[in-house]
């Protein structure tokens, strides 16, 4: 039963949300207004559980075993409670405020801009025209690059409309085949959740 | 070891200093270099241009977090100041996930110290983030004020002037996402093909060039992507006189057109050594099975 | 030139230069930035959390007038989510999550069709208000044949021979074209990112620009 009923709610729940879209009926709309600004959200808040489990079962389990950056796991969490507290004590106010615009926002921020560096060394060290089709990847590349950037314009008045013109043909229509298969693969799966053949989303027993 | 063969294991620190360099040096002396409005750009300003106090009200969505702050701030400032120079009303929505609001917040604050005859609840109103993702934006379709209860700053959105007449999505005129991840796509299938309303994209550079799609099929109105877009729309705001702030977009295409002139250098020059040490290497191992 | 006096900027150049420390080598500066931004971020997180969802969908709603009881049910579901806490109570988690996956699942099948699927294949059929112009008429067969010669490559389950091999080659040509356009605008949102951080160092903090 611990199997089947979570099974049978998936199916129950999946159905009823996939017919009432064809259903104007006012109970229908009922219904669904209810599923969506109730169930949905009241559930969907629950699941930062999850991340708060994962965080603090790795994290405690570093400092507990004293392992390698065990000091680090320690200012983690540290972290979490400082700011935690920042922020009921002071009701989200200016200090709160600050700590994100002076010290999550620089951080997250410069954190992902080492990817520019790492793009430049890969560029240097990785991408090859090995062959015919690899050869147009760069090449389409190198089009765009200097495309889309003001000096392309300066170097060829004729640049910028290139760029838009394989932007918007040859480029969309192979994203547009793309998205559609994509497309026909989310429906496959969103039926087999329904139908109880994709269990993967409920873990292990 | 020759030249190439030494050139292509180059320590990869020396990149990073080029790199450094050439986005640093028109920071502090800027080229200057006009910037060209494309269409997709053109389009979203033009579809915002044509609003008015009247005409119901826009709703910009913060999608982003600090990690793409830099290219989608300048969009979401750009697009609130348009709104409140053309005296639309502007619902500032604090984004779909709990980082999110924060830039939210930050872009609000900026911006509406430029104006300081507009007033929360009146002209613009903040909504803070509510969990859900799909859900919230389904749920505005049915009611926004059930859907939040309070705006940001906790005054109920029933007793807001500016929501007396703004219910729903039937009430909106656009629906324009900032957004470093895949949301666009969840406001095009839960809010366009649901309720109708119309839909468009301020996007990383990462994001754009699935976006152009939609674009063709006319699911999105317009779109700007990168910091490229951030810099029309900017352009574009100044030829028609409205207030820009600092324009740091525009500031930063000169670094970018430098950056990416070197990354261009980096990928010939790492595929001409490439083909040179390789060619080498043919010739000695023919020259080894002479001997 | 004048240096910032505020101690706020020079606490977010001083993590800034932390974490640009790690282009040199990994060393313990670099990670304890990381380690103080995991932290901050997700006690960002449960502080949004408390004053945006607790307090006003779950507590104001069951314990301040009018009530709302009705919500006792979904918030019950939910609450089986800290079952993942516990070995024996493990199994409560799959209640709330088969409700959200399977609801979302039939929510979004009709949705899905219709807005990647069905208007994506309209707007790609050959009608004739897109042939006006050569130039236009051009445009709209590659975009015909740049779909459909996608689509074939990407069909695995069909030997590859006489015209459907060929098929998938040109559509080969397309993606190529299509990933390098990606490619090209990686680069551009990467190098965007980095500009962003050395204006606020020059700007912000040295007062240079």
């Not at chain 2, 929501?163 to 095009?188: F, Q």
Request: proline content about 5%; hydrophobic content about 50%.
């Amino acid at each position: 039963m611990r199997r089947k009923l979570p099974l049978i709610i998936a199916f129950g729940i999946g159905f009823a949300m996939l017919i009432q879209y064809f259903i104007p009926h006012p109970r229908s709309e009922a219904f669904y207004n209810v599923i969506v600004q109730q169930w949905f959200i009241i559930i969907f808040a629950f699941m930062y559980i999850f991340a708060l489990r994962s965080f603090f079962m790795h994290h405690i389990t570093k400092v507990k075993k004293k392992k390698e950056g065990y000091i680090f796991s320690a200012v983690a969490m540290v972290s979490v409670l400082f700011m935690l507290l920042s922020g009921l004590i002071t009701s989200r106010g200016p200090f709160f405020d600050s700590l994100y615009n002076y010290m999550i926002a620089p951080l997250q921020g410069t954190m992902f801009s080492l990817l520019a560096f790492f793009i430049a060394s890969a560029a240097f060290r990785a991408f090859r025209a090995r062959n015919v089709q690899a050869t147009l990847l760069l090449v389409t590349a190198t089009v765009v690059m200097i495309g889309r950037v003001p000096i392309g314009d300066y170097l060829w008045k004729g640049m910028p409309a290139l760029v838009e013109w394989v932007m918007t043909i040859p480029s969309m229509a192979a994203m547009r085949g793309i998205r559609i298969g994509v497309g026909l693969g989310a429906v496959a799966t969103a039926m087999k959740i329904i139908l109880g053949i994709e269990r993967s989303y409920m873990g292990g027993e | 070891m020759g030249f190439w063969q030494r050139f292509l294991k180059l320590d990869r620190r020396w990149i990073f200093l080029g790199i450094t360099v050439v986005v640093i040096i028109p920071l502090i002396k800027p080229i200057g270099l006009p910037i060209k409005p494309t269409k997709p750009v053109i389009d979203l300003f033009t579809y915002i241009d044509t609003l008015g106090p009247e005409s119901g009200a826009v709703m910009v969505v913060t999608g982003f977090d600090p990690s793409t702050m830099p290219e989608l701030m300048p969009m979401e400032q750009a697009l609130l100041r348009h709104c409140l120079v053309k005296g639309i009303p502007v619902i500032s929505l604090g984004g779909l996930y709990p980082a999110y609001i924060g830039m939210a917040k930050m872009a609000i604050d900026e911006v509406t110290e430029e104006f300081p005859d507009k007033k929360s609840g009146e002209d613009y109103v903040f909504l803070g983030f509510i969990p859900g993702v799909s859900a919230v934006i389904l749920s505005i379709g049915i009611d926004i004020a059930t859907t939040f209860g309070n705006d940001y700053y906790g005054t109920p959105i029933d007793s807001l002037p500016m929501m007396s007449s703004i219910m729903n999505y039937s009430d909106i005129s656009l629906v324009v996402d900032v957004s470093g991840t895949s949301t666009p796509e969840y406001w095009l299938m839960y809010a366009q093909e649901r309720y109708g309303v119309n839909v468009g994209v301020a996007c990383t550079a990462v994001s754009a060039p699935a976006y152009y799609a939609f674009l063709q099929s006319g699911q999105f109105v317009g779109m700007l992507g990168g910091l490229k877009g951030a810099a029309e729309y900017e352009e574009l705001m100044t030829r028609k006189g409205y207030p820009t702030g600092r324009r740091n977009a525009t500031i930063g295409m000169d670094s970018q057109s430098l950056a990416h002139l070197l990354i261009i250098l980096l990928i010939i020059l790492g595929n001409v050594g490439y083909f040179i040490v390789r060619r080498g290497e043919r010739k000695q191992g023919i020259i080894m099975r002479k001997r | 030139m004048s240096i910032s006096t505020s101690i706020w900027v020079w606490i977010a150049a001083l993590l800034t230069l932390m974490v640009y420390s790690f282009l040199y080598k990994d060393n313990p500066f670099y990670r304890l930035a990381e380690h103080i931004f995991m932290g901050l971020s997700l006690g960002y997180t449960l502080t949004i959390l408390w004053y945006n969802y607790i307090i006003p969908r779950v507590y104001e709603p069951l314990f301040l007038p009018p009530h709302q009881w009705s919500l006792i049910f979904p918030i019950l579901l939910g609450l089986m989510t800290f079952g993942i806490f516990s070995k024996k109570y493990n199994w409560l988690i799959k209640y709330p999550l088969a409700f959200y996956v399977g609801g979302y699942a039939g929510l979004r099948i009709p949705l899905l069709l219709q807005s990647w699927i069905i208007r994506q294949v309209e707007a790609s059929f050959l009608t004739p208000d897109k042939f006006t112009s050569v130039y236009s008429s051009i445009n709209a067969i590659l975009i015909f044949v740049g779909l459909v010669t996608t689509l074939i490559y990407f069909y695995f389950s069909k030997k590859r021979e006489h015209g459907f091999g060929a098929a998938a080659n040109v559509g080969i040509i397309f993606i190529m074209v299509a990933f390098g356009a990606a490619f090209g605008y990686t680069v551009m949102a990467r190098i965007s990112l980095l500009i962003g951080r050395m204006q606020f160092l020059i700007q912000e903090w040295l007062g240079i620009m």
